[in-house]
């Protein structure tokens, strides 16, 4: 089954998506208390939901399709790891530190944006990227969970757009922090949160996922991978996040960047050159995940904003002067 969250007539509604449309669910109804409610109980809430009139698809605008408490986002593909750091840190091989265990950021769940919205390059940043991810949703609380107990805290999967102020994001990790400013403009999710039920076909022999992954600037396609080349799959992404801590229903894991062109910043790191050049007013962006469906965003100017200060000189004194 698939959920997704719109706005019609200045409403927010949430619903389940078939053919004929979208199908509300009851006023006041979120995608988010549907996961929180379980799985089993989403279903039958969905099913009751399409004996409803179903609105139109163009008649809408489209939004994230649940309110997510958190989003992780992973760095779960190798040949990213590889492209990117080329063309961040200059050097083209993946960190040993990458294959002991999956890493993550928390990034701003405030930020996330629709599968249609228009997106503003963030402010000071000339080297603007996209990135093409599948995301988790986790569909129960849970705590220190393993890999095997994760699958049954599966809810569903998005497609997520991991927008990057390269630019931006090459400063910030000198401090070895972590990406902030370089992140935390825009995530686009969507179009819908699909139940794990649906996926599971694509499932391979070695418990991945084999979905299609592409992505397209101006009609142009530019990268295209499979799912399944992750280096982890989600149970354990799950499983790691909840390690020593704890998960709950509504939280979002980003699978990380695909491999072969999910993001400008690899094929710059490949080619030594930014070939295609950095996002510009005007581009669209186009993901397509085979089993989820596809996100369609415009780039746009951005805030003008004046440039950040720098730190102040300090004098390191040790005592007051006044």
């Known amino acids: 089954m698939r959920f997704g969250t719109w706005e019609s007539g200045g409403r927010e509604r949430a619903g389940v998506v ?13 995608v988010l208390d549907l996961v929180r409610a379980g799985l089993p109980a989403a279903l039958q809430a969905g099913a009751t939901a399409l004996e409803r009139p179903a ?26 790891v590889e492209g990117v750091r080329k063309a961040i840190d200059g050097v083209a091989e993946v960190p040993p530190e990458w294959y002991q265990a999956p890493t993550f950021y928390f990034t701003n769940p405030y930020a996330l944006v629709g599968a249609h919205d228009d997106v503003p390059i963030p402010p000071g940043s000339q080297r603007f990227d996209f990135e093409l991810e599948v995301a988790v ?27 990057s102020a390269r630019d931006l994001q090459a400063r910030e990790m000198k401090v070895n922090l972590g990406p902030a400013k370089g992140k935390d403009a ?34 142009v396609e530019v990268g295209q991978d499979l799912l399944s080349n992750m280096g982890w799959p ?21 699978s990380g960047t695909c491999g072969n062109g999910g993001c400008l910043a690899e094929l710059w790191g ?14 669209v962006v186009e993901m397509t995940v085979e089993g989820i469906g596809t996100l369609r965003n415009r780039v746009v100017e951005g805030v003008d904003l004046p440039p950040v200060r720098p730190a102040r000189p300090r004098s390191r004194a040790r005592t007051r002067t006044f």
């Open 137 to 163: 949703v986790v569909g129960r609380d849970g705590a220190s969970l393993s890999p095997e107990d994760a699958r049954d805290h599966v809810f569903g999967y998005t497609v997520l757009n991991d927008w």
């Open 186 to 219: 825009a995530t686009t999710l969507g179009p819908w949160l699909v139940t794990a039920d649906e996926l599971e076909p694509y499932r391979d022999d070695d418990g991945f996922l084999a979905l299609d992954l592409r992505v397209a600037v101006n009609g």
């Open 234 to 254: 989600f149970e354990e992404l799950i499983a790691y996040a909840s390690r020593g801590t704890c998960v709950r229903a509504g939280d979002v894991l980003g």
């Open 270 to 283: 490949r080619r030594g050159e930014a070939a295609p050049p950095p996002l510009q007013p005007g581009d």
């Open 55 to 80: 609105e139109q698809l163009d008649a809408v605008r489209l939004l994230p399709p649940l309110e997510a408490p958190t989003v992780r986002d992973f760095v779960a593909f190798e040949e990213h």
């Open 18 to 30: 078939s053919d004929a449309g979208l199908h509300p669910l009851p006023e006041g109804t979120t």
